[in-house]
């Protein structure tokens, strides 16, 4: 059975719990997709990991590990007690 998300934090994010790829690949994935496609533009602030756990029915540790990665490759930005957000200059652009 897929997951949706209901649209009122990020729409459009779809993950398959049957798929063979882990739920933190999908997600991973589909953010990089619309962070890409301009879905989320730069700027933007991400939910907290726990609220969009929350919202998917996801654990925390799933959703805090697409977050890592996406901001290891330069996608998301962070800023203690701030939050996440889509980064103002993606790595597509820098090359």
């Known amino acids: ?4 998300s209901s649209g009122a934090l990020l729409p459009g994010l779809d993950l398959d719990q049957k798929s063979d790829m882990p739920l933190a690949t999908q997600l991973y994935d589909s953010l990089r997709y619309h962070i890409t496609n301009g879905t989320l533009a ?3 602030r991400m939910p907290s990991s726990r609220t969009l756990s929350a919202e998917l029915s996801l654990s925390r540790t799933t959703v805090a590990s697409a977050y890592e990665q996406l901001k290891s490759e330069g996608y998301l ?3 203690e007690k701030s939050g996440t957000f889509v980064a103002h200059l993606l790595p597509e652009k820098l090359a």
Do not use: E
């Open 1 to 4: 059975m897929a997951r949706k």
């Open 42 to 44: 730069a700027g933007v």
């Open 77 to 79: 930005t962070s800023a």
